[in-house]
C-alpha cells in the first residue's frame, strides 16, 4: 500500500508557477529591474524565473514590494523564487516521495526529502512564502490575483503543512531535522506524531500521563506553545485545501484535493490536538 503521502507528492507537483515572456519593447538592450514600470518589472521577474534564475527574479519581485507591498503578483513571483533559491525543488521532491513509498516498508520521516538541502534556509523560505501567499489568500493584497485562486490556496495549504511540520519537529532550532536525538517530537510520512520520553519514543497515542507530566517538567511551557503554533497551521492548511478545492469546482464530488484535506484533518491533527490538550492540563 502507497504511503499516504503519494497524494501530497503529486499535488506538489502543482507549486509552479507560469511565466511569461520579457514584453518590453526594447528586448534584448533592456537591463532587467531597470524600469520604473512596475508591469515592465513583472515581465522581468517573470523571464528571469522561467530562466532559472531566482535570485533575479526575488530580487526584482522584492524591489516591486518595496514600492509596492500589497501587489499580488510580485508576492507569488518573490515566494516561488525563494523557495526555488533555497533549492526546494517541487519535481525533485515528487520524484523522490513518489519512489520512496512504493518500495520504502517502513515509516521515513516526513520530512526526509530535506535531509541533503540547508534545512535552516529552506525554513525560512517555506515561512516567508507562507506570510506572502497567506496576504493574497486572506484578501490583504491587491486583488490583482483573487483571494479564492486555486494555485494560491492549493500551494498555502501544502507549504502550511510542511511549516508546521518543520516548527514542532525542529523543537530546538538547530536547523537538523532527521535523527536530531535531541528534537522531541517526529511526524511520519503516514502523519503519525511520536514524542521522545527519555531514551524512549512513543506515539501520542500511546503516551501515559507521566509521560505528560515529565514532558510538562522538562520543557516547561516551550513545548506547549510549539504544539500549539503547528495546531493552528495545519488547520489554516486545511481551510485554504477546502477553498482550493471549492474554486477547483469540485464542491459537490470527491477529489484529490478532498483526500489531501481528509487525510490531514483525520491523521495529522487529531494527534496535535490531543498531545495539546494533555499538555495545557
Known amino acids: ?67 509596492d507591498p500589497d501587489n499580488s503578483e510580485a508576492l507569488y513571483i518573490s515566494a516561488s523564487a ?40 529552506v525554513a525560512t523560505a517555506i515561512s516567508n512564502s507562507v506570510d506572502k501567499l497567506k496576504k493574497i489568500a486572506e484578501g490583504s493584497a491587491d486583488g490583482t ?41 517526529q511526524v511520519d510520512e503516514n502523519y503519525n506524531v511520536s514524542v521522545k520520553i527519555g531514551t524512549e519514543t512513543k506515539k501520542v497515542d500511546d503516551l501515559t500521563q507521566e509521560d505528560y507530566e515529565q514532558l510538562k517538567s522538562s520543557y516547561s511551557t516551550t513545548l506547549t506553545s510549539k ?16 477553498v482550493a478545492n471549492e474554486s477547483a469546482g469540485y464542491t459537490n464530488e470527491e477529489s484529490v484535493l478532498d483526500d489531501l484535506k481528509d487525510t490531514i484533518e483525520t491523521d495529522l491533527k487529531p494527534q496535535l490536538n490531543d498531545l495539546l490538550t494533555q499538555l495545557q492540563q
Open 227 to 242: 504544539v500549539q503554533e503547528s495546531v493552528d497551521q495545519v488547520g489554516s492548511a486545511i481551510n485554504h485545501l477546502i
Open 82 to 121: 525563494e523557495l526555488k533559491e533555497a533549492g526546494f525543488d517541487i519535481a525533485g521532491l515528487v520524484t523522490s516521495v513518489i519512489s520512496s513509498s512504493s518500495t520504502s516498508t517502513d515509516s521515513d520521516s516526513l520530512l526526509e526529502t530535506f535531509e541533503s538541502l540547508d534545512v535552516n534556509e
Open 1 to 67: 500500500m502507497k504511503s499516504k503521502l503519494f497524494t501530497i507528492a503529486v499535488l506538489l507537483g502543482l507549486l509552479v508557477l507560469s511565466s511569461c515572456e520579457n514584453k518590453n519593447l526594447f528586448g534584448k538592450f533592456h537591463k532587467r529591474g531597470s524600469s520604473g514600470n512596475v508591469e515592465v518589472l513583472l515581465n522581468d521577474a517573470n523571464a528571469s524565473l522561467a530562466e532559472n534564475d531566482y535570485s533575479k527574479a526575488k530580487e526584482i519581485a522584492d524591489e516591486i514590494l518595496a514600492k
Open 145 to 185: 490575483i483573487s483571494a479564492d485562486d486555486v494555485d494560491v490556496n492549493l500551494n498555502l495549504g501544502i507549504l502550511e503543512v510542511l511549516d508546521a511540520a518543520i516548527n514542532i519537529v525542529d523543537f530546538d532550532g538547530d536547523g537538523i531535522i532527521v535523527d536530531d536525538t535531541d528534537d522531541v517530537v
